[in-house]
């Protein structure tokens, strides 16, 4: 389980833990209007904390985390330009733009060339030392007019996330092609 799951993890709890405790301990006048008298009465209040506490949480995972200043995880959510370096067929470029979004767990992402397109399957934003890097897989999809000699692929790449909204990696796929990939960020 990656870092930022376990820290996900972890506030839920707390979360969790204080609305219980606000509900039952921090207003006793609450209890005694709310007629708390069996151990059923409590289990209500947990089951109450828990459903509050969800709610806030995945506010907090799709939205929130983006304005808290301690949450490590880069922000690299938007629309990027850039350029793809493949090695198949005495090799070329590409020019590609690619829309990234983000929520505290996860990273969908979609490519665009003249040809193909492609989206993400899954993918993992992790601390790798000195750097933080996008780790993903994806399907390519084709334009018929190039599917012969493109056809659908399962891909892999990993890029550095550097600081001045630029991402530079690799990437290979299950037709045995490989390249590079520089993107720039354009806009939200």
């Known amino acids: 389980m990656g870092e930022t799951v376990k820290g996900y993890l972890t506030k839920c709890i707390w979360v969790t833990v204080i609305i219980f405790a606000l509900r039952l301990l921090a207003i006793p006048k609450l209890i005694y209007v709310l007629e708390i008298t069996s151990v059923y009465d409590v289990f209500g209040c947990i089951g109450e904390a828990i459903g509050i506490a969800g709610a806030f949480m995945l506010l907090y995972e799709r939205l929130l985390w983006r304005i808290n200043p301690f949450e490590k995880t880069p922000r690299i959510s938007g629309n990027y330009s850039g350029v793809i370096e493949y090695q198949y067929n005495n090799g070329g470029q590409k020019e590609v733009t690619v829309t990234l979004r983000q929520s505290l767990l996860s990273v969908k992402i979609l490519m665009n060339t003249d040809e193909v397109s492609s989206r993400s399957i899954s993918s993992l934003i992790l601390d790798d030392g000195n750097e933080n890097v996008l780790i993903y897989t994806y399907i390519t999809q084709p334009k018929s007019k190039v599917s012969k000699a493109n056809p659908i692929a399962y891909g892999t790449c990993r890029m550095s996330l550097e600081k001045s909204g630029v991402l530079r990696g690799t990437y290979w ?13 354009q806009s939200k």
């Open 173 to 185: 796929t299950s037709q045995a092609t490989i390249g590079d990939i520089l993107l720039t960020y």
